[in-house]
């Protein structure tokens, strides 16, 4: 059984870099193909993804938000950290961090997801 | 970056009802990236259909998915009252995934 926990601030001062973790069980992110993505959704909004890592180091990230974001992972730890940069209150959302199982591949489990909140 | 525009924004129909989620692309789509997910209150989203038309473990028959290119249809055959919900269309091109707007379907 799959399992994603997202892990981090609730709250962060405008301007400040935002870190997440994402720690997960019953998949290896050494597995050909597996990848870990990070969506988010603001309050009352859709779903927007921000970025994917896969099992061979391979990131991938949103156009439009690339320069703020960073994406890495601790295979030793079943870990996957997300940092944003800048953060500003219109980044304020329910973080989440799902698995997808291959390149291109849908998201077939999610964590339950983690609110921030961007105040000054 | 293709976008992807989802109609109606809301679907108002009794349990019991056919439903059917429009979900249009602004550039052709690869088959076998488009998926839909669906997304209750205070919950993550779960995976409905991957490769356009394939359920997801544990995904009664009752959904199904279907379209090409530009157009994709979810279809939700006979509406269970556990299935009020907002559904979400998703797609990778380029290794850039995008998601649609959302389409909420309420009890009428």
């Known amino acids: 059984q799959i399992t994603l926990k997202e892990s981090g601030p609730t709250l962060v001062i405008p301007t400040q870099t935002l870190t997440l973790t994402c720690s997960f069980s019953g998949f290896a992110l050494t597995t050909g193909g597996v990848g870990v993505g990070w969506i988010r959704q603001p309050p009352g909004k859709a779903l927007e993804w921000l970025a994917l890592i896969y099992w061979d180091d391979d990131e991938r990230y949103s156009p439009s938000l690339r320069s703020r974001l960073t994406i890495t992972k601790d295979t030793s730890k079943n870990q996957v950290v997300l940092t944003m940069t800048n953060m500003d209150p219109v980044d304020t959302a329910t973080y989440y961090c799902?698995?997808?199982?291959?390149?291109?591949?849908?998201?077939?489990?999610w964590g339950q997801g983690t609110l921030v909140t961007v105040s000054s | 970056e293709i976008v992807l525009t989802q109609s109606p924004g809301t679907l108002s129909l009794s349990p019991g009802d056919r439903a059917t989620l429009s979900c249009r692309a602004s550039?052709?789509?690869?088959?076998?990236?488009l998926a839909w997910y669906q997304q209750k209150p205070g919950q993550a989203p779960r995976l409905l259909i991957y490769?356009?038309?394939n359920r997801a473990t544990g995904i009664p028959d009752r959904f199904s998915g279907s379209g090409s290119g530009t157009d994709f249809t979810l279809t939700i055959s006979r509406l269970d009252p556990e299935d009020f919900a907002v559904y979400y269309c998703?797609?990778?091109?380029?290794?850039?995934?995008?998601f649609g707007q959302g389409t909420k379907v309420e009890i009428k």
């Open positions: 490769g356009t038309s």
């Open positions: 998703q797609q990778c091109a380029g290794s850039v995934w995008t």
């Open positions: 799902a698995h997808s199982p291959g390149r291109k591949g849908p998201f077939d489990s």
């Open positions: 550039q052709t789509v690869y088959s076998e990236y």
